[in-house]
């Protein structure tokens, strides 16, 4: 399944890597610091979604939600929380 997100800010991919990582290692997942995407394939299986290297056309949109949401909605809670951390001790 090819990334077909675009990040505003090239330079920032590191980071959001790294976030990504971060994230969802504390939730329990077992995530390579140097390809945290395929953490996704832990959840597919998890899940009993059969996500494959290469294309996954046949997959459904709920399906890839159930993968990609876990990720990308514990991402959100982490920025938000960090967010809120800044504001407060301004």
């Given at each position: 399944?090819?990334?077909?997100n675009r990040i505003l800010v090239p330079g920032a991919r590191k980071g959001l890597d790294r976030l990504?990582?971060?994230v969802m290692k504390a939730q329990?997942?077992?995530?390579?610091a140097?390809?945290?995407n395929n953490v996704k394939y832990e959840i597919a299986n998890?899940?009993?979604?059969?996500?494959s290297k290469g294309?996954?056309?046949?997959?459904?949109?709920?399906?890839a939600g159930k993968i990609g949401g876990p990720i990308g909605g514990n991402m959100v809670k982490e920025m938000v929380r960090m967010a809120q951390q800044q504001m407060a001790k301004k």
């Open positions: 399944m090819a990334s077909k990504k990582a971060d329990g997942y077992n995530v390579n140097d390809n945290p998890e899940l009993g979604i059969p996500l294309y996954n056309g046949k997959l459904t949109s709920e399906q």
